[in-house]
C-alpha cells in the first residue's frame, strides 16, 4: 500500500479519536449535541464571529449567538471584540482547569454550608418532629376498620370522653359493644358520655356503675347524631357505622379544644336531670362510689 495513503488513514483515526475525546470532555461539562457541535467548530477553525460559526454549522444565526454567549457564561468560550465585530474563541486548557478548580472549591464551600444547616436545623426534615407538630390523620373503612377505631380507645390513659348514639351503637353490633364495654371496664378505663335519651340510653345507663361510666341523657327530640365522637389521650375519633367510616385525629391541640368543647357539653346536659356520675375511688381502693341524679 501507498505510504502516502497510510499517513491518510492515520491522520483520519487520529482525527476520529481527537473527536472522540473532545466530544466525551464537553459531555462531561453537561453540554447537549448543538453546543458541542458549535464549540468543536469555533476549534477547527479558530475565533469567529456568530454569523461565520452560523454558516459552518448552518443553523440560524440567533440560535448560535445565543448558544455562543452561553459557553462564554459557562466559561468554555472568550468573546472579543475587534473593530467594532465580536469574535468567539474556545478557552485555553489551562483556564478551563483554573475554572474547574475554583467551581470544586465554590462547590466544598455549598456543601459545607448545607451539612452545617442540617446539622443545626435537620430535624425540622425528620417525619419524626413533623408528627409530633401536625396532627396525624388516619382514615379506616368498614366494619374491621372501625372495630380497629374502637379496639384503639383501649390505649387511654386517663379515660374517655363520648358522644354516642346508643341505638347506633346496638343496631351496628350489639355483640361487640357489649364485649367492648365490660373489655373496657375490665382495663379500668373510665368514661364519661352523653347520649340521646331513648330506650336503648336507658338500659345503657342502667349498666353505668358495672360497665365504669357515668352518662347524661338529653332530649332525643333536640339532640340526636348518629356518628359517635370520642376523645382520649391526644386523639379524638369519629365513627360512623351508616357510612362505614372512621377517623382518627392524633394532635394535643384538637383533642384538648374537644376536651374543653365535651366539658362544657356534660354540664349543659346536667340540666335534664338523668346524669349518673362516678366519685374518684380512694387511695388503693379499686371500686368506684356511683350514684344517680334525676329530676
Known amino acids: 500500500m501507498d505510504p502516502c495513503h497510510l499517513n491518510q488513514i492515520d491522520d483520519q483515526f487520529s482525527s476520529v479519536y481527537a473527536i472522540s475525546v473532545i466530544t466525551n470532555i464537553l459531555r462531561s461539562f453537561q453540554l447537549n449535541e448543538k453546543e458541542i457541535a458549535i464549540f468543536t467548530k469555533v476549534l477547527e477553525t479558530g475565533a469567529q464571529t456568530a454569523s461565520r460559526i452560523a454558516r459552518l454549522c448552518e443553523m440560524p444565526r440567533n440560535t448560535v449567538r445565543s448558544i455562543l454567549d452561553g459557553l462564554v457564561k459557562k466559561g468554555l468560550m472568550v468573546k472579543t471584540t475587534r473593530a467594532n465585530t ?175 368543647i365535651f366539658d362544657l357539653s356534660f354540664e349543659a346536659a346536667k340540666r335534664y336531670g338523668r346524669v349518673t356520675v362516678l366519685h374518684p375511688p380512694r387511695e388503693h381502693s379499686a371500686k368506684h362510689k356511683y350514684h344517680r341524679q334525676y329530676t
Do not use: C
Open 86 to 260: 465580536q469574535y468567539y474563541a474556545t478557552e485555553k486548557k489551562e483556564s478551563l482547569i483554573r475554572l474547574l478548580k475554583h467551581r470544586r472549591v465554590r462547590m466544598e464551600d455549598e456543601i459545607d454550608m448545607q451539612i452545617d444547616l442540617l446539622e443545626k436545623y435537620g430535624e425540622e426534615l425528620s417525619t419524626r418532629h413533623w408528627a409530633t407538630t401536625r396532627p396525624r390523620i388516619t382514615f379506616y373503612e368498614g366494619t374491621a376498620g372501625l372495630e380497629k377505631v374502637y379496639e384503639d380507645t383501649l390505649t387511654a390513659r386517663s379515660g374517655l370522653k363520648s358522644w354516642a348514639a346508643y341505638d347506633a351503637l346496638m343496631a351496628a353490633d350489639a355483640t361487640y359493644f357489649n364485649k367492648y364495654f365490660k373489655r373496657r371496664a375490665a382495663k379500668n378505663i373510665a368514661m364519661r358520655s352523653i347520649h340521646p335519651d331513648t330506650p336503648a340510653a336507658r338500659e345503657g345507663q342502667a349498666r353505668d356503675r358495672e360497665e365504669l361510666r357515668e352518662s347524661a341523657l338529653v332530649p332525643a327530640d333536640k339532640f340526636n347524631w348518629v356518628p359517635e365522637i370520642q376523645v382520649y389521650n391526644n386523639k379524638v375519633n369519629i365513627a360512623s357505622w351508616k357510612e362505614k367510616l372512621g377517623i382518627i385525629i392524633e394532635s394535643k391541640e384538637i383533642a384538648d379544644a374537644i376536651t374543653a
